[in-house]
């Protein structure tokens, strides 16, 4: 008989703790998963999947007025529902909540409703009722972060924005990464006055430089007012209900809303982890070692709380691997590299590997291949958007180092990129692979004059 409760008890039920509390079951171990919000984490419930659903119906009015080109008359008048979005997208979420709940009955998982804290090395309480582990993991995930300042209560965040109760005729989001810019262009095609606001010169920090300026193009075509070196210090509520924004150059802009998507903090207050000795970075992660253990033996991390790539399918793999290790005991073998990521503005990004700037400072001879062309569709629709493809070579072996697009289901079209270049695909095989025509993704397999050496 065990001197523990359970083999292993997880902390959060997101897509890593899930993904990890299921395969240690299968695996034959005692699991127990505590989780004080909703199953699914970030990703399903405010995250990844109601956003792509957003975004898809943001997309609807663009397409209704792209349809008249085509022939289909009657269509200018559609009306847009807020409710009904918001509603059916709550269905579905919560139908997802559900999968996850039996996904972790079937397979044994002991569900305990609540907010867990660690009470010792190998201790966790839940509420009154406190339990043993031979180990713990911590899979909370990340909380989104709104700084202090005047009027900062009148903000709203990612967590909020999909169950609104009325919606926002003029919106401002501020912020400049994935959430900020995302949620600007599905206010702007759910027909509000859409405001973006970010206090550098360029948005999409990290990101290949001419993919931000095309995206930055993009988004000023579809209506989006992009406010650079701008800073908001401070919002006052109005009588009638609106919002003053206050910005540090002395503008001024009155809104029904003011989104914040300013970056997300660990989501460990509370957890107990600074009292056993937890090592914590300066910015809240849990310092962890290849194996995903802390320095406190027993206890274990992983995905968004670590500070890794804070991504869906980064957490899933760090949860196989973690769990593989406990069975085999060779170390946990996760590769960072190459890692295929998409942005759901609109149009879409989809990027792999290095941009140009790093490729560059990497020392390697680096050779560019561009395409900017306007995409079949808008041919007879007469829309002005264009989509950029943008291929980076290693001069040096020819090895395709870099791959970023921007355009319609880019992140679709990356996927496929990201297998070859995992697999070491040169720019030679990429030129000796016959396209799907006519497709936006052959033109990857047929660039054949360098824009730069």
């Given at each position: 008989?065990?001197?523990?409760?359970?083999?292993?008890?997880?902390?959060?039920?997101?897509?890593?703790?899930?993904?990890?509390?299921?395969?240690?079951?299968?695996?034959?171990?005692?699991?127990?998963?505590?989780?004080?919000?909703?199953?699914?984490?970030?990703?399903?419930?405010?995250?990844?999947?109601?956003?792509?659903?957003?975004?898809?119906?943001?997309?609807?009015?663009?397409?209704?007025?792209?349809?008249?080109?085509?022939?289909?008359?009657?269509?200018?008048?559609?009306?847009?529902?807020?409710?009904?979005?918001?509603?059916?997208?709550?269905?579905?979420v919560s139908r997802l909540n559900g999968i996850y709940r039996n996904l972790l009955g079937n397979t044994g998982v002991q569900i305990i409703d609540g907010r867990?804290?660690?009470?010792?090395?190998?201790?966790?309480?839940?509420?009154?009722?406190?339990?043993?582990?031979?180990?713990?993991?911590?899979?909370?995930?990340?909380?989104?972060?709104?700084?202090?300042?005047?009027?900062?209560?009148?903000?709203?965040?990612?967590?909020?924005?999909?169950?609104?109760?009325?919606?926002?005729?003029?919106?401002?989001?501020?912020?400049?990464?994935?959430?900020?810019?995302?949620?600007?262009?599905?206010?702007?095609?759910?027909?509000?006055?859409?405001?973006?606001?970010?206090?550098?010169?360029?948005?999409?920090?990290?990101?290949?430089?001419?993919?931000?300026?095309?995206?930055?193009?993009?988004?000023?075509?579809?209506?989006?007012?992009?406010?650079?070196?701008?800073?908001?210090?401070?919002?006052?509520?109005?009588?009638?209900?609106?919002?003053?924004?206050?910005?540090?150059?002395?503008?001024?802009?009155?809104?029904?809303?003011?989104?914040?998507?300013?970056?997300?903090?660990?989501?460990?207050?509370?957890?107990?982890?600074?009292?056993?000795?937890?090592?914590?970075?300066?910015?809240?992660?849990?310092?962890?070692?290849?194996?995903?253990?802390?320095?406190?033996?027993?206890?274990?991390?992983?995905?968004?709380?670590?500070?890794?790539?804070?991504?869906?399918?980064?957490?899933?793999?760090?949860?196989?691997?973690?769990?593989?290790?406990?069975?085999?005991?060779?170390?946990?073998?996760?590769?960072?590299?190459?890692?295929?990521?998409?942005?759901?503005?609109?149009?879409?990004?989809?990027?792999?590997?290095?941009?140009?700037?790093?490729?560059?400072?990497s020392g390697v001879p680096v050779i560019i291949y561009k395409s900017d062309f306007r995409a079949m569709r808008h041919s007879v629709s007469g829309r002005d958007?264009?989509?950029?493809?943008?291929?980076?070579?290693?001069?040096?072996?020819?090895?395709?180092?870099?791959?970023?697009?921007?355009?319609?289901?880019?992140?679709?079209?990356?996927?496929?990129?990201?297998?070859?270049?995992?697999?070491?695909?040169?720019?030679?095989?990429?030129?000796?692979?016959?396209?799907?025509?006519?497709?936006?993704?052959?033109?990857?397999?047929?660039?054949?004059?360098?824009?730069?050496k």
């Amino acid at each position: 008989m065990s001197e523990f409760d359970f083999d292993l008890f997880v902390i959060g039920a997101g897509s890593g703790g899930v993904r990890a509390a299921r395969m240690a079951a299968a695996a034959g171990m005692r699991v127990a998963v505590a989780e004080d919000r909703y199953m699914g984490g970030t990703c399903v419930n405010v995250g990844c999947v109601p956003k792509k659903l957003f975004v898809y119906a943001s997309s609807y009015g663009e397409a209704f007025e792209d349809a008249q080109a085509y022939g289909w008359a009657g269509q200018t008048d559609a009306e847009f529902v807020w409710p009904t979005l918001r509603d059916n997208n709550a269905r579905e979420v919560s139908r997802l909540n559900g999968i996850y709940r039996n996904l972790l009955g079937n397979t044994g998982v002991q569900i305990i409703d609540g907010r867990a804290r660690l009470t010792g090395r190998q201790q966790v309480s839940v509420g009154d009722v406190t339990y043993t582990a031979e180990r713990i993991l911590v899979a909370t995930g990340g909380w989104p972060f709104v700084p202090d300042f005047p009027g900062s209560e009148h903000v709203i965040t990612s967590n909020e924005v999909f169950s609104l109760e009325a919606f926002p005729k003029r919106v401002l989001v501020v912020g400049g990464g994935y959430i900020a810019v995302e949620f600007a262009g599905i206010f702007a095609g759910l027909g509000a006055e859409a405001h973006l606001s970010y206090r550098r010169e360029l948005f999409l920090r990290g990101f290949d430089n001419d993919i931000r300026r095309f995206v930055r193009d993009e988004m000023g075509k579809k209506k989006v007012n992009l406010h650079f070196n701008h800073e908001v210090k401070s919002i006052e509520k109005q009588a009638g209900g609106a919002l003053k924004v206050q910005a540090a150059d002395g503008s001024e802009l009155e809104v029904d809303a003011v989104l914040y998507a300013t970056g997300r903090k660990p989501n460990t207050q509370g957890l107990g982890l600074e009292k056993l000795g937890v090592v914590l970075h300066k910015d809240g992660t849990i310092g962890v070692d290849d194996n995903f253990r802390s320095s406190v033996t027993s206890i274990f991390a992983l995905g968004d709380v670590t500070g890794g790539p804070e991504l869906t399918p980064v957490a899933l793999a760090e949860a196989m691997a973690l769990v593989k290790h406990w069975q085999t005991g060779k170390t946990a073998e996760i590769d960072y590299n190459n890692i295929p990521t998409a942005v759901f503005c609109q149009p879409n990004i989809g990027t792999v590997g290095l941009t140009e700037e790093e490729a560059r400072q990497s020392g390697v001879p680096v050779i560019i291949y561009k395409s900017d062309f306007r995409a079949m569709r808008h041919s007879v629709s007469g829309r002005d958007e264009r989509t950029l493809m943008k291929l980076i070579v290693d001069g040096s072996n020819d090895k395709v180092i870099g791959a970023h697009m921007v355009g319609p289901d880019a992140g679709e079209i990356i996927q496929g990129i990201a297998v070859a270049m995992k697999a070491g695909a040169t720019k030679a095989v990429f030129d000796q692979t016959i396209g799907i025509h006519p497709t936006a993704a052959e033109e990857f397999v047929t660039m054949r004059t360098p824009v730069s050496k």
